[in-house]
């Protein structure tokens, strides 16, 4: 089967992404933790461009997913400019990246990724990602499409995330005074392909 038809995300599209994310949280843990607002992890002020497939026998329902977004100061990025020896500004992160489960092996994630890679090239900035270590297929997804593991970091999710935040566990994040658990998430980070030289 052929990969599904991707195009721009738009405005519009965001509630279809909003139940993307909720299908792809239950059946395959991605992500581990469910924001309360769903609308809102596929949106943010960070998104440098952002990508839908969708299937035109259910109603152009949103069945993928990808953004790019701009790199962060954080523990990931300080791993990326090591390894690439280039500065935060020259790299971009493919997020949000997501298929639904029963589109999966029609080559729509790797269309969705290598949708995203050319536009990072297109930008001059050499795409980036993490991913949790328990994403066995995505990890073989990154190797064909040219992605490089460089190193990992452990997350602690209780302190990233919202309270309200549903986790795949089944339990939640609380209120920030009075939790009583800690969720630890390993975290693996990847570059991508370099920008092609566009030199003769």
Do not use: C
């Amino acid at each position: 089967m052929a990969p599904f038809p991707i195009r721009p995300r738009t405005e519009a599209d965001l509630d279809g992404v909003a139940d993307l994310l909720l299908a792809s949280h239950h059946s395959h843990a991605y992500p581990v933790a469910l924001p309360p607002d769903l609308r809102a992890w596929g949106a943010g002020d960070d998104v440098v461009a952002g990508w839908v497939a969708t299937d035109p026998e259910a109603g152009d329902e949103v069945v993928g997913h990808a953004v790019l977004t701009d790199a962060h100061d954080d523990a990931a990025t300080d791993q990326w400019v090591a390894a690439t020896g280039l500065a935060r500004d020259e790299l971009v992160v493919v997020r949000r990246l997501l298929v639904h489960a029963r589109i999966q092996g029609t080559g729509t994630g790797r269309a969705l990724l290598a949708t995203a890679v050319d536009a990072a090239h297109a930008l001059g900035r050499r795409p980036v990602l993490d991913m949790a270590d328990n994403l066995a297929e995505a990890e073989v997804l990154y190797r064909k499409t040219g992605f490089e593991l460089v190193g990992a970091y452990d997350l602690d999710l209780t302190e990233h995330l919202p309270p309200g935040s549903d986790l795949a566990d089944g339990d939640a994040v609380g209120p920030e005074v009075g939790r009583t658990r800690t969720h630890h998430l390993h975290v693996l980070t990847w570059i991508g392909p370099q920008v092609p030289d566009r030199h003769p």
